[in-house]
């Protein structure tokens, strides 16, 4: 089925090699690199979405024993999964709809939508006064976090210039880590101001109104646009990403892997069984590992798990969200010169060893200042190594891979499992932890790492500095 679809290393960067001059079809195009700077503003308005997503992630990790307090849940550890799983549930539901959503009203508008129910949805939690109504809020929230990263990430792609398409994904990391480093911040007030939860909460329709504001002056993705059939539109925002001299040989690209045979819409069946299942597969099975891997366990209960340990949540808190700042800058720096596929290797082999750090202080019978420093040394460990290519690079490595008619659609399907699992992930830490001996599920984050590490090697291709329709000339499966 998968001909020429090699996942080697290798024998994929041959054939995108060997495919490059497929392009140029000896036209004498702009050769010179388009400037960055042209794309930029349009890429920072994009990552307000990721801004919102690690904000949502965060916003109820420092007062939640105050929320369960005021809202009469205080002790039910059930009821606290809730409040954060009931957000990850509506972002299923938004992840779902997100890529027919993207290839229904574009890029843009896209961005927009996933705007209004995180506005709604903060200013009900903000001003609930039972569980269920908070509840009701974080699920509206969730529908706009599901909706906005698999657009963020399909529209960074495709208005990003090659050479820095890399340095651009992680931005959206960046932008995650400046969220929970905020909604952190934020809360530390929480435990002593009476109702400063509610104001934790209502501040984050500010961003997500100046996300769907500032969309009207972005430019839409050229991409979506010649896939609708509206070329001149597409030289047009072309111009505005790359430059005048650069929009002949932009478009000549995407002219020259028109399938015109093709039709326009993307069966599920056809990804979920069909030529596309393979790559639709992996890129399922890389963000299934990544949450697997327990970054999620660590950002949601950081707090209640550092304060069993003895140490200040707020100071713990805070270095949580430098380590998570401080591996996504190295990784920005370190993406277009050394890879996708490399940075992904480090980052979970890293992780693997926090995690035994992790089982190694868990498994300590004295709690001396060593065990202690193990644990928290080990959480800040894994927090870097996940930002160094764990985080950013699944959302940007799979929309580079798939082919751009499907490639909303297949990463709805992929960003759906990150959120099943997320979910699960969040319901059920904190329960297993109170029913589980913490090195044995600890022990199991450290096993999923390497697991992780082996699945790399084996089936993830490298893509950096290659244009779009290079890599989908190389990895062109055959009929």
């Known amino acids: 089925m998968y001909k020429r679809f090699s996942f080697k290393y290798n024998s994929s960067l041959i054939d995108m090699e060997d495919n490059s001059g497929l392009l140029q079809g000896g036209k004498d195009f702009e050769v010179s690199n388009p400037s960055w700077r042209l794309s930029l503003p349009h890429v920072l308005v994009a990552t307000l979405t990721s801004f919102l997503f690690g904000y949502h992630l965060g916003v109820v990790n420092e007062p939640m024993e105050v929320i369960s307090a005021d809202l009469g849940f205080n002790g039910n550890t059930l009821a606290e999964g809730l409040v954060v799983s009931t957000c990850l549930g509506g972002a299923l539901v938004g992840s779902l709809l997100s890529g027919w959503v993207a290839d229904g009203v574009g890029r843009r508008m896209a961005f927009q939508l996933s705007a209004l129910p995180m506005i709604a949805g903060a200013a009900m939690s903000a001003m609930t006064k039972t569980l269920a109504g ?3 809020g974080r699920l509206f929230v969730g529908i706009g976090m599901g909706l906005g990263p698999p657009v963020a990430s399909l529209y960074v792609t495709e208005v990003s210039p090659a050479f820095v398409r890399g340095t651009y994904g992680s931005f959206i990391q960046i932008a995650t880590c400046l969220g929970l480093m905020a909604a952190l911040l934020i809360g530390i007030p929480a435990k002593e101001t009476v109702g400063w939860w509610r104001v934790c909460f209502g501040v984050s329709t500010i961003p997500a109104a100046l996300l769907a504001l500032a969309m009207v002056f972005c430019a839409e993705s050229p991409h979506w646009l010649y896939k609708q059939g509206r070329t001149e539109e597409a030289e047009t925002e072309f111009e505005k ?39 639709v597969f992996i890129g399922s099975t890389l963000f299934a590992l990544q949450q697997l891997s327990g970054i999620n366990a660590i950002f949601y209960f950081s707090s209640t798990v550092f304060k069993s340990s003895g140490v200040p949540s707020n100071l713990a808190n805070v270095c949580v969200g430098i380590s998570n700042l401080a591996g996504s800058i190295i990784a920005m720096l370190l993406m277009d010169r050394l890879g996708r596929k490399l940075l992904l290797l480090w980052s979970f082999s890293g992780m693997a060893v926090a995690m035994a750090l992790q089982v190694v202080a868990a498994g300590s019978h004295s709690p001396d200042s060593g065990a202690v420093y193990l644990s928290v040394g080990g ?50 830490f904190l329960h297993l932890l109170e029913k589980m001996r913490p090195q044995f599920l600890y ?8 697991i992780a590490v082996a699945f790399v090697k084996r089936n993830v291709v490298e893509t950096k500095g290659k244009s779009l329709q290079e890599i989908e000339i190389a990895l062109l499966p055959q009929e």
């Open 379 to 428: 959480t800040l460990m894994f927090v870097l190594m996940f930002a160094l290519g764990a985080g950013p690079v699944p959302g940007l490595l799979l929309p580079e891979i798939f082919p751009s008619r499907i490639r909303a659609k297949a990463m709805a399907i992929c960003m759906s499992v990150h959120w099943v699992i997320n979910f699960f992930v969040g319901l059920l």
């Open 241 to 279: 990403l790359l430059g005048g001299s650069h929009v002949k040989s932009a478009l000549a690209e995407l002219s020259k892997f028109d399938r015109g045979d093709e039709p326009d819409s993307v069966k599920l069946s056809e990804l979920l069984f069909g030529r596309h299942f393979q790559v």
């Open 134 to 136: 908070m509840l009701l």
């Open 443 to 450: 022990s199991g984050f450290a096993t999923f790492c390497l």
